[in-house]
């Protein structure tokens, strides 16, 4: 009963005047239960009003408002942008309920200087396949939210493939990749696991005992630890712009050589994906230091060119 006021009240403040029909179809209750609820609304302090007849309807005082004296405008707007920065990480959070109640505290105009204050980060892309993520992400937040343990089939970056039984505590988002942090049976110690590289996941009926949050830090954590080296790159003008996405517009300096007219330097992480993220530049990219790397990409090259041979 509580909720279904709730949400009335906040199509109120939303519209300021709302039919009785409107809410019946949209919350499936009876007209009966909708003016039940007004009656409760009132009887609260809530100044709303039912008028019947043809252009009647329930109508909320136009200087009412919820309480907003908890949060200033800046306090506000930079949940709004946290909310929208949220809702393109994790599709599966509605987080719109929140950003409305957000808004129907304010007149329309403060509601409107918000919306476009608030709406200054945008996060797309982060996800891949929605469908396989959903596939793993929501039987994961149910099980991080009834500390059920779960096994996963989980593919490691070297290749081996094992079945282990974790206790999943947090989803973790970084650069762009998501991971849940859990604490891993068969290494007796908390890991990050790559939910693109769980194969198959099972929500068991056995429960965990939840770390608090001071014994369990993943923010601090590398989830893939790698050695980092310094590149020295000549880059062509058509692989410019991938290079400074890449390494940052900083780290790409112009110079005089008609065939690769711009240097890059930076210190990157040595690990599994340097060589072909280097390759997928071809011919626009040729890489002068380390010397090491210079030979890996080289007997790279050519094993690719063996395969067609």
């Known amino acids: 009963m509580i909720e279904v006021c709730f949400a009335i009240l906040m199509d109120l403040l939303k519209s ?20 039940r609820y ?8 809530v100044p709303v009003f039912s008028e019947r007849g043809r252009h009647g309807g329930i109508t909320i005082a136009d200087n009412y408002r919820l309480p ?43 509601a409107e200087k ?15 396949d929605e469908k396989l993520y959903r596939a793993k ?49 068969l290494r007796n110690g908390f890991r990050m696991f790559k939910i693109s590289r769980i194969e198959k996941l099972k929500v068991l009926d056995d429960y965990f005992e939840r770390k608090p949050r001071d014994e369990f830090t993943p923010w601090n954590l590398s989830p893939e630890k790698s050695q980092s080296i310094n590149v020295l790159l000549y880059v062509k003008e058509a692989a410019r712009y991938m290079v400074e996405e890449w ?30 993220k280097i390759l997928s530049y071809g011919s626009d ?3 002068l230091e380390p010397q090491s790397l210079v030979k890996d990409i080289v007997n790279a090259a050519h094993n690719i060119d063996a395969l067609y041979d």
């Open 16 to 35: 300021r005047k709302i039919t009785a029909r409107y809410l019946s179809d949209k919350y499936e209750i009876s007209l009966r239960s909708v003016y």
């Open 38 to 45: 007004v009656d409760v609304l009132s009887s609260s302090g």
């Open 68 to 110: 907003a004296t908890l949060l200033t405008k800046t306090e506000q707007s930079d949940i709004l942008s946290a909310l929208s920065l949220y809702k393109g990480a994790d599709p599966l959070c509605d987080v719109d309920v929140i950003r409305d109640k957000l808004l129907s505290v304010n007149t329309s105009d403060d």
């Open 114 to 128: 918000l919306i476009m204050s608030g709406d200054k980060l945008i996060l797309e892309g982060v996800i891949g």
């Open 137 to 185: 992400i929501e039987p994961l937040s149910k099980a991080i939210d009834e500390n059920k343990k779960v096994t996963v089939v989980y593919h490691d970056r070297g290749g081996e493939i094992t079945t282990r039984t974790i206790h999943p505590h947090a989803f973790v988002l970084k650069d762009f990749v998501w991971y849940v942090y859990a604490f891993c049976e």
């Open 247 to 276: 390494l940052g517009v900083e780290c790409v300096k112009p110079q005089k050589n008609k065939t690769f007219p711009y240097v890059a330097s930076s210190q990157v992480a040595f690990d599994d994906t340097l060589i072909p």
């Open 285 to 287: 990219v040729k890489v």
